[in-house]
T-cell receptor, first 113, second 112 residues
């Protein structure tokens, strides 16, 4: 299994609070991704990164920001959490190009009350 | 943009029976196609992938999939299902633009 960890694994927060999710990889892969998983929608791409400090938006990026200051870490921030952001969040990595196989972390379950 | 349709939300099969999960995609060029499996509370595990070449692709756990360009399909098959195959299965299509799209998933239940 690819070395991908996500923290926290579970989080409950209140509407309006900031939340940061962390993805950490030990594979030295260049590409990293954040997805959200919701029933009936499969996985939808939020943001991705193609290198340190290089990021771009995905399909559902509104309300989310990301940062990547090191190859191994990719942070997802909800600046002001809303109930619609209650979801399961998955990080993925791939190498060498973004269209190659993506390997997924275990997920973070976020509940916004 | 590419898209993926998995027509079956939920399928139930008996243990030992054959399985086929359907996947249809929309993409303007030659797609990269994937099947992933997700057990409850777990991340996604890659079963198999198609990039080019032989249209019948073998994967892990005895699964295979066939790419049919004329039908825009990439159906997943297994000749004999085991109880441990109960999970959710996702088809995905990727291209040259770092934009992988997933289907909504098919939940597989295996009857004893």
């Amino acid at each position: 299994d690819a070395g991908i960890t996500q923290s926290p694994r579970h989080k409950v927060t209140e509407t309006g609070t900031p939340v940061t999710l962390r993805c950490h990889q030990t594979e030295n892969h260049r590409y990293m991704y954040w997805y959200r998983q919701d029933p009936g929608h499969g996985l939808r791409l939020i943001h991705y990164s193609y290198g340190v400090k290089d990021t771009d938006k995905g399909e559902v990026s509104d309300g989310y920001s990301v940062s990547r200051s090191k190859t191994e870490d990719f942070l997802l921030t909800l600046e002001s959490a809303t109930s619609s952001q209650t979801s399961v969040y998955f990080c993925a990595i791939s190498e060498p190009a973004g269209t190659e196989t993506q390997y997924f972390g275990p997920g973070t379950r976020l509940l916004v009350l | 943009a590419q898209s993926v349709t998995q027509p079956d939300i939920h399928i139930t099969v008996s243990e030992g029976a054959s399985l086929e999960l359907r996947c249809n995609y929309s993409y303007g060029a030659t797609p990269y196609l994937f099947w992933y499996v997700q057990s409850p509370g777990q991340g996604l595990q890659l079963l198999l992938k198609y990039f080019s070449g032989d249209t019948l692709v073998q994967g892990i756990k005895g699964f295979e999939a066939e790419f049919k360009r004329s039908q825009s399909s990439f159906n997943l098959r297994k000749p004999s299902v085991h109880w441990s195959d109960a999970a959710e299965y996702f088809c995905a299509v990727g291209g040259q633009n770092n934009d992988m799209r997933f289907g909504a998933g098919t939940r597989l239940t295996v009857k004893p």
